[in-house]
């Protein structure tokens, strides 16, 4: 190594941007773990921004003419050095530069034939812009739709929602090799010698940024995968994820399978749950096809185990204070007595009038030991959690409840009837066709069939929009059900959130309890690769209204999302048919939830500065104080207050903004547009204690340059 480092420093001394390139890649090689996943992490992310405005200083690519497929199109990065106006027609003077020593080429394009290009570490500063929405939900907060390169709304939700997600699901590319993902906005398809390295470099960088949007303390990541690339995904997220329990659960999604040349039918994949913190599964009514009826745990019964140690340490030698005698009425079988456990070397109980003794003796006539101490029984005994079977030509036998049994009386899983005339609880037996369990690690569920209840299901709301693959409705609702049926506020993140399957589960969720959770959904607007081809040669390239309407978010996810709420399809018929299985209603009546669609846009530092880009960022200001009720869209003089938030314009009306957030209960945030330092400080003095305070702008600003380039 430190030979290379010597022979680095020669090279700085002749060229030294090719020096920092070696070194960079020298220092992604010393960090390379000996044992566990290693990949390619050096290779450049760029995403094109289609109809961003060209800007001096944007990094920016030639767009092919016209009809053309761009295959001979010089792929490179240009910087603008200058945007001029001849008549209608903006001009960008381009510049770039092969090597340090090497001349700067020069060029100029027309405005229209080029399309800005952000790299992986370049700062961005997004706002959002309002493209619709549909309001049935009253004063519930809204689901957000962001149309956005997934890492950059992350970027951007970084800002709004760090350390505030309760349950991410995601369903990422399966990079299967069938041109189903791209990088560096070119398909990546099965010929790619690096096409692993890429998909593990594009999940690693979103997984840190979703880490960090999490609740550390009790939230869960959901993750869908196949064989393709469970195993290197496993790998990546014990990486990402060190502090994490992780478990993997094999689910059948197509009965029929799904042939595999050479192999075995596919018909299941991966679900793996990263759980954060205390976040456990919750135990939930499940019908019988979750959980085996094999055994005694569901069988519709409490169950009673006997007293009698067994198992390990079953000897009296094992634990001398639980060999004791317990005396019971023969004739009632009502416990008499309780003794106290027996000194070593006797055997025998002494006698009690009318009562029968029975002591801990195994089936083989040794002696063994009970597994509550005289103290623990008596109490439980009081509690009704000891029964005795058998009869006098028997024998009799000591049954108890086990804390686990109790606890499901105690929590209204079993209802409890009264007591027997032995003293022992009595419980309402359950349909023993549905359990109340957590079930195992193998799903085998009718309702999760993907093509019966994602592509079939997707055709009854969209008729012949086509998407490839989508995800049963009810296996996402089930997913996630198991992680937020106690929190019904919940707020859950889809970042690949394709046909938007995972916002119609969460407003099934909020239908079948009444829950009030939010779902912010992202995706990009891309078309498919056969599609591309087809619209190139009509002469259509991205940013084409024509082009944009068939991307994925607009033809897809959110008319799926705003069909489910108003149960009327695109061409506003009623949805025929009914949801099924937990909370079966007609598809046409909707939910009553309220949505908001919204494209990422991204903004100059200057503007936003100087407050000339409100409108830009209201939006992220309103979602960070949890988008909900009315949102301050226009600076105003002096202040102004909504629902649940306030954001005072001028420090000098800071009296009266005070004053509207002391009548404002709802209000939670308030933004204080300042550079003055002590006049921050005196208005947060001044703050209800429940009210959180965030300074504009510098806070936004300081956001996304500290996020600059982060891995």
């Not at 019964?301 to 198992?311: A, C, T």
Request: aromatic share 8%; proline share 6%.
């Amino acid at each position: 190594m430190s030979r290379l480092s010597e022979l680095l420093r020669q090279v700085e001394r002749e060229d030294q941007q090719l020096a920092a390139d070696l070194r960079r890649e020298f220092d992604l090689l010393r960090k390379r773990r000996a044992f566990g996943l290693n990949f390619e992490r050096h290779v450049p992310e760029t995403v094109e921004l289609p109809g961003r405005p060209v800007r001096r200083g944007d990094k920016v690519r030639f767009l092919p003419d016209r009809g053309a497929d761009g295959k001979d199109l010089d792929r490179g990065l240009w910087t603008v050095a200058r945007v001029r106006r001849e008549g209608k027609v903006r001009v960008a003077e381009l510049v770039r530069r092969v090597s340090q020593d090497a001349e700067p080429e020069t060029v100029e394009r027309d405005c229209e034939d080029l399309v800005v290009v952000a790299e992986f570490r370049d700062p961005i500063y997004p706002g959002l812009k309002s493209t619709g929405k549909v309001e049935r939900g009253g004063e519930k907060p809204f689901h957000t739709v962001i149309k956005s390169e997934n890492y950059h709304a992350l970027q951007a939700l970084l800002y709004t929602h760090e350390g505030k997600i309760d349950a991410i699901y995601i369903d990422p590319p399966y990079n299967t090799g069938a041109k189903d993902w791209k990088y560096n906005n070119d398909y990546v398809d099965g010929e790619d010698a690096y096409r692993h390295s890429k998909w593990l470099a594009m999940m690693e960088r979103r997984l840190k940024l979703a880490k960090r949007l999490l609740n550390s303390d009790n939230s869960v990541l959901i993750v869908t995968i196949d064989e393709k690339e469970h195993l290197r995904l496993g790998l990546l997220l014990e990486q990402v994820f060190p502090e994490a329990r992780i478990q993997i659960i094999s689910a059948l999604i197509n009965p029929a399978a799904v042939a595999r040349v050479g192999g075995f039918g596919r018909s299941d994949e991966y679900i793996f749950f990263v759980l954060l913190g205390k976040s456990a599964p919750c135990k939930l009514r499940l019908d019988r096809e979750w959980v085996s009826g094999k055994g005694r745990t569901h069988t519709g019964k409490i169950r009673w185990d006997l007293l009698r140690r067994s198992g390990t340490n079953t000897e009296r030698a094992h634990s001398p204070g639980c060999f004791y005698p317990i005396y019971i009425d023969p004739n009632t079988k009502v416990v008499k007595k309780v003794g106290e456990p027996l000194p070593p070397g006797e055997s025998e109980a002494p006698a009690e009038s009318g009562a029968v003794a029975i002591l801990p003796i195994r089936q083989d006539q040794s002696e063994g030991n009970w597994q509550w101490s005289p103290k623990t029984f008596r109490d439980r005994h009081k509690q009704g959690r000891v029964k005795i079977g058998g009869n006098k030509k028997r024998g009799f036998t000591v049954y108890i409840l086990k804390p686990g049994e109790y606890k499901k009386i105690q929590s209204g899983e079993f209802k409890e009837l009264g007591r027997a005339p032995d003293g022992s609880i009595q419980v309402e037996e359950n349909d023993p066709n549905v359990v109340s369990a957590i079930p195992g690690s193998q799903w085998k569920i009718a309702s999760h069939d993907a093509t019966q209840y994602g592509s079939r299901l997707l055709s009854k709301i969209l008729s012949a929009r086509k998407f490839p693959f989508p995800k049963s409705l009810y296996a996402v609702e089930d997913a996630l059900r198991f992680f937020v049926a106690d929190k019904p506020d919940a707020v859950i993140l889809d970042f690949f959130s394709g046909s938007g399957t995972t916002c119609h589960a969460v407003m099934r969720l909020n239908k079948q309890d009444g829950g009030r959770r939010q779902c912010i959904s992202v995706t990009n607007n891309e078309v498919s690769a056969d599609e591309q081809k087809a619209l190139r040669e009509k002469g259509l390239r991205p940013d084409d209204p024509d082009w944009e309407a068939l991307g994925i978010c607009d033809y897809i996810t959110q008319p799926r999302i705003k069909a489910a709420i108003t149960g009327k399809t695109p061409e506003g018929e009623p949805i025929k048919g009914d949801y099924k299985f937990t909370g079966e209603f007609p598809m046409a009546d909707g939910f009553e939830e309220n949505v908001e669609f919204f494209t990422l846009t991204y903004e100059a530092p200057r503007p936003v500065a100087h407050h000339r880009s409100f409108h830009a960022i209201a939006p992220l200001l309103w979602l960070r104080a949890g988008a909900q009720g009315r949102r301050i869209d226009q600076a105003v003089e002096g202040f102004n207050v909504a629902g649940t938030y306030g954001v005072l314009f001028d420090l000098d009306t800071a009296e009266g903004f005070l004053s509207a957030l002391q009548s404002a209960p709802s209000v939670r945030m308030a933004f204080i547009v300042t550079d003055d330092d002590r006049g921050f400080a005196a208005v947060c003095r001044d703050l209800p204690p429940e009210v959180e305070a965030v300074r504009l702008y510098a806070s936004y600003l300081t956001n996304f340059t500290i996020n600059t380039g982060r891995d």
